[in-house]
């Protein structure tokens, strides 16, 4: 099974500021699908980012940016601006193509300190 | 956009006893949904794969007999958890894709149900 791993547990972030959250994945795939959820207190999930494998160009969503590493299996999200209600558990996700199973994972805590 | 409707959003029960939870694609049709249980402050564990018209896919280490899944429209999902333990309360979330989507869809989740079983 594909694995999908975020090594930072916890990050904190000034409001207003910039952070960047890792994520690294292993798979022998070529083609793949990438996404970013957030998950908030009230544990709601909700889709961030996606990018597709195929795509060289880096996925932007208004604050939100990823930086996309094929050879290395790298994406990691930057977010720019960091509000208040950025604050939230932010899960990377994996999906081959294709397929349907989607691999989390294990989540890292944002905490946006006014 | 995809609405996934997930019921209830909490529910309170006795040890032995069952408890249903719905999953319902509002507006569009899954053949797959997911369910998925998380701990606190861990990730979503894939239980397993529900597939409508046929038997659900169970992850290793998921008691087929106790989380009963039964996909018996393309809108609908049920997950049963059977004989309660207190050991089964978590959080249970329901996910979907909608197949008529791009392939870069994304993975849309009900709100979630919080078990408690005392």
């Known amino acids: 099974a594909q694995t999908v791993t975020q090594s930072q547990p916890e990050m904190s972030v000034q409001e207003a500021e910039t952070v960047t959250l890792s994520c690294t994945y292993d798979?022998?795939?070529?083609?793949?699908?990438l996404f970013w959820y957030k998950q908030p207190p009230s544990r709601q999930m909700i889709l961030v980012i996606r990018?597709?494998?195929?795509?060289?160009q880096n996925a932007t969503e208004n604050r939100f940016s990823v930086n996309f590493q094929k050879a290395a299996k790298s994406f990691s999200l930057k977010i720019s601006d960091s509000q208040l209600g950025d604050a939230a558990m932010y899960f990377c996700?994996?999906?081959?193509?294709?397929?349907?199973?989607?691999?989390f994972g294990t989540g890292t805590s944002l905490t946006v300190i006014p | 956009g995809a609405v996934v409707s997930q019921h209830p959003s909490w529910v309170i029960c006795k040890s032995g006893t069952s408890v249903k939870i719905e999953c319902r694609s509002l507006?569009?049709?899954?053949?797959?949904m997911f369910w998925y249980r998380q701990f606190p402050k861990q990730s979503l564990m894939l239980m397993a794969t529900?597939?409508?018209?046929?038997?659900?896919?169970?992850e290793q280490g998921v008691e087929k007999d106790k989380f009963l899944i039964n996909h018996a429209s393309l809108t609908l999902s049920t997950l049963t958890v059977t004989s309660a333990h207190p050991e089964d309360s978590s959080f249970y979330i329901c996910?979907?894709?909608?197949?008529?989507?791009?392939?870069?869809?994304?993975?849309?989740f009900g709100n979630g149900t919080r078990l408690t079983v005392t």
């Open positions: 996910s979907a894709r909608d197949g008529g989507a791009p392939t870069n869809s994304p993975l849309h």
């Open positions: 798979t022998s795939e070529s083609d793949y699908y």
């Open positions: 990018q597709e494998a195929y795509k060289q």
């Open positions: 996700a994996y999906r081959r193509a294709p397929g349907n199973q989607f691999y």
């Open positions: 507006d569009f049709q899954a053949t797959t």
């Open positions: 529900s597939n409508e018209g046929s038997k659900a896919t169970y």
